[in-house]
């Protein structure tokens, strides 16, 4: 029997981030589902299905640290790797301290998403 790759989240406003990071992901040999916004993610029936989450930081309505902490209220532990253009360092150290995997400035490299993927899913 097959196991199947791990689902990852792409939460992201801009279009051709939600288009192309699901399929680079897919290429690396994920599962990939794209959301436009944390609403958007919040309403999806599913959310225990995810193994991992990459989450932009500046998004309109709620932001990424705003769905990471309600998903820490809600109880999900969810790994998470944030991208952002912001290259504010200390939003990266704390975000970091309060349980991200890893913070991504975009654009970043297949290599940089790799290592990010590797320490939120080890072993696959």
Avoid: N
């Avoid at 995997?101 to 072993?123: D, H, M, N, T, W």
């Amino acid at each position: 029997m097959t196991v199947p790759p791990p689902l990852v989240a792409v939460v992201d406003d801009d279009e051709s981030v939600r288009e192309s990071l699901p399929d680079l992901l897919r290429e690396l040999g994920y599962s990939a589902r794209a959301f436009a916004s944390a609403q958007e993610f919040l309403a999806f029936d599913s959310i225990a299905d995810m193994a991992c989450l990459i989450l932009d930081v500046a998004m309109p309505g709620m932001s990424g640290p705003e769905l990471h902490h309600e998903l820490a209220l809600q109880g999900r532990a969810i790994p998470i790797i944030f991208v952002t253009g912001l290259t504010d360092k200390s939003l990266a150290s704390e975000l970091l301290q309060r349980g991200a995997v890893a913070y991504l400035i975009k654009p970043f490299s297949e290599q940089e998403l790799r290592e990010a993927l590797a320490a939120a899913l080890p072993g696959t």
